[in-house]
């Protein structure tokens, strides 16, 4: 099973990174973290493993209040947030790929029906933004080149 929603971009990396953080804007999400995994990398195994991996940004992206709902139907929940979206390029890559974690996977922790809801509804937010970035996303959670779809906060 898989448990992110992936599109790939023909976008530049800092491009790429910067429209998809207003992407998630525009569907209320903000931006708690941003994990710099090529930096951490290079700063502790070297610049071989940086170079090997690449540019890979995570972001912590929050709706608070869908954070808000998910925490209220229950506290737990609090452990599988804030939805990670990763914006990540090959070093000799020509495009971006962005992958956002698929709520529905809170959905199959929780039998909790105001939870469903809560990832019914973040669901919906993610895959709009990376509709915006991509041109469509597909029911099944694939879109761009080589999309794949899977599980979630």
């Known amino acids: ?78 452990a599988l947030l804030p939805c990670n979206v990763v914006v990540r390029r090959s070093t000799d890559a020509s495009e971006t790929t962005i992958q956002a974690i698929d709520p529905q996977t809170m959905v199959q922790l929780s039998d909790n029906p105001a939870v469903k809801d809560v990832a019914g509804d973040a669901d919906t937010r993610l895959r709009a933004a990376l509709a915006r970035l991509n041109g469509s996303v597909s029911p099944g959670g694939s879109a761009g080149q080589g999309g794949s779809a899977g599980p979630a906060s």
């Open 1 to 78: 099973m898989s448990y992110t929603h992936t599109i790939t971009v023909p976008l530049a990396w800092d491009e790429a990174l910067q429209q998809t953080k207003d992407a998630l804007a525009e569907q209320g999400f903000g931006i708690l973290s941003e994990i710099n995994v090529r930096a951490t990398f290079e700063a502790k195994l070297g610049p071989e493993a940086a170079a090997s991996l690449g540019d890979y940004i995570i972001l912590g992206a929050c709706n608070p209040n869908l954070a808000s709902r998910a925490l209220a139907a229950e506290p737990d929940m609090g």
